[in-house]
């Protein structure tokens, strides 16, 4: 499971740095208003390509057995919410564009609509590769897909169309991507199957999709929020704050579910197993995050000039503030895996719930001082959540609360070293007037030797040499 994990974030992390470099050479040719105003249909499209899996990808993952006949309702369901959701998308355009005053998102809503025809089809086909392992061929289907929509974007941003080239972004990739993925897999659905264990798994994935889209929600609430009262023009740093922190991380770190649950649920009748393997998993995944993002807080203001340019100088308190709200979200997102794993949805679905005064009451708050105070309110809220999180989370399992704190131990020791060495080096050369490339550099350095010489005292050699094992490759297999 490790070399898969570390497999599947190595990948994952190629595929948004290709993003990253289409948002870095977007920001040279577009306006902090056009990101601004696409970021108002942002919070639009994350919730309905939430509502198109309809927890059933999810469902296909974490199931012990499944029959083609299973396979092919829930693939088949999906297509028809796919329909269902181009449709209200598209019909929803006026009513957006009436709520932020802004007539352009009008056209720009219906043309990509016709996206949620293409991601409807991708749901199972997804969910069968991952359940699959076949990690490496998704990976080069993600990458092609990635690379068609950089060309196509930056080629609608030179011809002057502005915010039009985010939109074909998302459209090209999503068609490209989807494509690919059906000629690849080769498999075409059969019939329907309504028995009980296709109850339970429609079951399973409506709690799962209620859960993501309280997940969506505190994700893209606060980008509603400052859009609504200010427009644009300040909705624009902040989603590019957003962009180069939040969403990197999520893109990142989200698709190891597909590793970690499936394999988790198999052990789900094991309690100490279970613990170990997410103890294994947690202890890993900080570490690979929480360290570089303390590079990135120490050097925000240089990489924000460097990367975006001087336009976007506004974006550096946001991005520090984020940070901290990155790390956090991991910490977040793996107790999800517990939940989900143990066939526990509901239990996901009430912590969300519970979840969900805190977090919106603290932006609402952070209004009344500007975007960076709701920048602020995202960490503070979710570290008051933390505690009771894997309080909540820890009940019914062999899991403690030293093991927790066992598992964070060196992500902490590595960040904090990174912080103090980082720190004295970025005063240093700002203080001596050395250009940013060198300080990013040095810091960049720092990162990666601290993470090295940690890594290798604190993680076991057996662990480590599957990190680069082979990320195990089988057959689909239906249950007859």
């Known amino acids: 499971m490790l070399g898969a994990s570390v497999f599947s974030m190595l990948t994952r992390l190629a595929q948004v740095l290709l993003q990253f470099a289409t948002v870095i050479v977007l920001a040279r040719m577009l306006t902090p208003s056009d990101f601004g105003l696409y970021g108002m249909v942002t919070p639009l499209i994350a ?34 919410v796919g329909f269902a959701l181009s449709a209200l998308f598209m019909f929803s355009a006026s009513f957006v564009a009436g709520f932020y005053g802004e007539n352009r998102l009008t056209d720009l809503i219906e043309a990509l609509s016709v996206m949620f025809l293409f991601s409807g089809v991708r749901v199972q086909l ?56 059906f000629i690849y897999v080769g498999w075409f659905p059969r019939s329907f199957s309504m028995d009980n264990e296709t109850f339970s798994l429609f079951k399973f994935g409506v709690n799962a999709v209620l859960s993501n889209c309280i997940v969506y929600f505190l994700r893209n609430v606060d980008n509603v929020l400052i859009g609504w009262k200010f427009g644009p023009a300040q909705l624009g740093p902040y989603a590019m704050g957003y962009r180069t922190v939040l969403l990197p991380i999520q893109q990142v770190v989200t698709p190891l579910s597909r590793v970690f649950i499936p394999h988790l649920s198999q052990q789900k ?5 279970f613990a170990i393997s997410y103890m294994k998993a947690l202890r890993a995944m900080l570490f690979f995050v ?36 990155g790390v956090l979200q991991v910490a977040y997102l793996s107790v ?31 209004l009344h001082w500007g975007v960076v105070a709701v920048a602020a309110s995202y960490p503070i809220s979710n570290a008051l959540l933390l505690i009771p999180l894997f309080m909540y989370a820890l009940e019914g399992t062999a ?50 030797l601290v993470m090295l010489l940690t890594g290798l005292a604190i993680f076991d050699p057996a662990d480590l040499r599957k990190l680069f094992g082979s990320q195990g490759l089988r057959r689909f297999k239906w249950k007859h």
């Open 47 to 80: 919730l309905f390509l939430v509502l198109r899996d309809a927890g059933l990808g999810l469902a296909t993952m974490q199931s012990e057995s499944l029959t083609e006949k299973q396979a092919s309702t829930l693939f088949y369901t999906n297509v028809l």
């Open 126 to 181: 997804e969910a069968l590769m991952f359940r699959g392992y076949r990690f490496r061929s998704v990976f080069i289907l993600e990458i092609l897909a990635s690379s068609v929509a950089l060309f196509v974007s930056v080629g609608v941003a030179l011809s002057g169309f502005g915010y039009w080239a985010l939109g074909a972004r998302q459209l090209s990739y999503e068609i490209c991507y989807t494509s690919s993925l």
């Open 269 to 273: 009748d094991d309690p100490e197993q």
């Open 290 to 325: 929480a360290p570089p993002l303390c590079g990135v807080w120490i050097c925000a203001g240089e990489l924000v000039d460097i990367l975006l340019g001087g336009q976007w100088h506004d974006t550096v308190p946001i991005v520090r503030w984020l940070v901290p709200a």
């Open 336 to 366: 999800s895996w517990i939940n989900f794993a143990r066939g526990r949805a509901d239990r996901q679905l009430w912590w969300g719930l519970i979840s969900v005064p805190v977090v919106v009451g603290g932006f609402v708050i952070g």
């Open 399 to 448: 899991l403690t609360v030293r093991q927790i704190l066992s598992a964070i131990a060196p992500a902490a020791i590595a960040t904090a070293i990174i912080g103090v060495l980082g720190s004295y080096v970025q005063n240093a050369a700002s203080m001596r007037g050395i250009q940013e490339f060198l300080t990013v550099g040095a810091i960049g350095a720092i990162v990666m």
